[in-house]
């Protein structure tokens, strides 16, 4: 298959319940960006890409909103209960330090972890141990996970086999020949040469599970990808690219780019283009609207940050995000009414969630500013029983009475 989320769709067209993924991938792929509930609900009932597609539900491999794509695909088959145990086969290169923290800091980058969950992350040898969306999960190397002796879903994207660079850093038939006694149920080998990940020259890995290593190749958008993928960003905004009905695309890489080397300016100039796109989605608007409040919160443009903040929660009023980049804006206003009232908000919305911990620690802090001693305290005594990850011992180790 071209792109990794065809997967989803195969297992669906099987029939698979509750089966034990082993995901072979150098990406997690459970995003959360613009796959909300609602969608969620509508892609249980289409069992192809398209008319999910003509149901507006799919996104594409450039773009982190849209719908469903490579990125996220995951995500509906554990909610959906087609896969009811992860493991995570990582390439060897990809943890940075010590491996327990490092999984904690990468899984709650690709979505804000329950409290639970991240608690009940463990090290075991080399591998991590616990539950992910609820599901048992596992991650590690091939080297230290025990191999399946009971049929799983072998998930395998060839850009497991690659480094940063594109590079190889192992060959898919010394793989093959190491997993050759796991059962397997269901089989899926992605290229991933759209969306950059995959060079073309490198389609040549599906060889050894006896997939073709001709067809997609890369375009100049794939190139792009690519670049902004492997942190080349000044090669990607030299890389010249035609539009050809994929300006959103370039322009969103661009903008990342441009952000990325901290060239600020320009970079919310390319995001103010794009938001007045008449073809950018709602859930574009609302993440690129995200992108804008916080920049500009850091750039101390409180009242631009503001607006941005506002639209976005308009069109996403469940994404704690945006009312906390409200709270920011209005706290550096001065506005510590309504910063409060954010505040709780925000809380509210995810309060079972690691970010949680971050906006009550900031309520604390404006409750203190704005002499409410006794609420300040009461926060403060919230989030240290909440504080899984230690982070805020030291704020609240000052709160009397803990």
């Known amino acids: 298959m071209e792109e990794h989320y065809q ?39 289409h069992g192809d890409a398209e008319t999910a597609r003509a149901a507006g539900l799919m996104g594409n491999s450039y773009l982190p909103w849209g719908g469903l794509h490579c990125g996220n695909y995951l995500l509906p088959a554990i909610r959906e209960g087609i896969v009811g145990k992860l493991t995570w086969v990582i390439p060897p290169d990809l943890p940075e330090g010590a491996l327990l923290p490092w999984a904690r800091r990468h899984l709650n980058s690709w979505f804000e972890m329950e409290l639970q969950e991240y608690a009940g992350l463990r090290q075991e040898g080399e591998r991590i141990v616990g539950h992910l969306l ?27 086999f690659l480094r940063e660079d594109g590079s190889r850093w192992w060959d898919a038939e010394e793989f093959q020949a ?23 020259e490198e389609r040549v890995l599906a060889l050894p599970f006896q997939a073709p290593a001709k067809g997609y190749q890369a375009s100049s958008l794939d190139r792009l990808a690519g670049l902004v993928r492997c942190h080349r960003y000044r ?9 050809d ?19 600020w300016e320009e970079a919310l100039e ?6 007045a796109n008449p073809c950018l989605p709602a859930g574009g ?35 704690p995000l945006h009312s ?54 009461l926060e403060l005594k919230k989030l240290a029983q909440l504080d899984v990850t230690g982070h805020y011992r030291p704020a609240t180790m000052l709160a009397p009475n803990l």
């Open 7 to 45: 997967a989803y769709f195969v297992w669906k067209s099987q029939g698979i319940k509750k089966a034990w993924c082993w995901h072979v991938d150098a990406h997690l792929d459970i995003g959360k960006t613009d796959l909300n509930d609602w969608k969620l609900q509508l892609l249980k009932d």
């Open 134 to 160: 609820g599901v048992p999960f596992e991650l590690g190397t091939l080297e230290s996970l025990e191999l399946p002796d009971q049929p799983v879903l072998m998930d395998i994207d060839l850009d497991y």
């Open 178 to 200: 190491q997993v050759q006694s796991v059962p397997v149920l269901c089989r899926t080998v992605a290229y991933s040469v759209m969306g950059g990940f995959t060079p073309d």
């Open 235 to 243: 090669e990607a905004l030299d890389l010249e690219v035609p539009f």
């Open 245 to 263: 009905g994929q300006e959103i695309e370039v322009q969103f890489l661009k903008g990342t780019s441009l952000q990325a080397l901290e060239q």
């Open 270 to 275: 390319t995001w103010s283009v794009l938001l």
């Open 285 to 319: 608007q609302a993440y690129l609207h995200g992108i804008c409040a916080e920049l500009l919160n850091s750039r101390g443009r409180s009242q631009q940050a503001l607006e941005h903040s506002l639209k976005a929660q308009r069109l996403e009023p469940e994404n």
């Open 324 to 377: 906390f980049n409200e709270a920011i804006a209005r706290e550096q206003l001065d506005d510590w009414r309504r910063t409060e009232k954010a505040l709780r908000k925000t809380i509210k919305l995810s309060e079972h969630l690691l970010f949680g911990l971050r906006a009550r620690h900031a309520l604390s802090r404006v409750y203190a500013h704005t002499g409410k001693d006794g609420l300040a305290n």
